[in-house]
């Protein structure tokens, strides 16, 4: 499986912290509706909140996949990437749907691309 860092060269959709239990949505994408706005963010807020640390969504530069990690503070010891990963694998696939479309989203309005076909 390939190594994503979610925090490099990409474009940041949003951000959970379990610290600070604060959300973000960048504001470049007000565009999306109303209610995948409302989704998402329920998702990352659980996201961080299982698995402590912080949850982030961003497009991959080059092609606008929507990538999703989790991380910690570096003097968080309680914090534990295998379960946060085998977490993170879990929402890619229960909200395959969504995630797809935000990808699209990204694909078509920002970088002049074609949706990705549905595989």
Known sequence: ?????VREDNA???IAN???EKYYLNPTYD????GVKKELKKIMVTLA?????IA?????????YLLIDTYADDN????????A????????????EILNALSNLYRVMFMDLPPIEDQ
């Open 49 to 53: 909140e299982e698995t402590g640390g």
């Open 76 to 83: 968080d010891f309680y914090y534990d990437p295998i379960n």
């Open 31 to 34: 565009a999306i509706p109303d």
């Open 85 to 96: 990963g085998l977490r993170v694998r879990q929402i890619e696939r229960e909200y395959e």
């Open 1 to 5: 499986m390939e190594e994503k860092d």
């Open 18 to 20: 379990s610290y600070t």
């Open 12 to 14: 940041v959709l949003c």
């Open 56 to 64: 982030h969504a961003a497009f991959r530069e080059g092609d606008g």
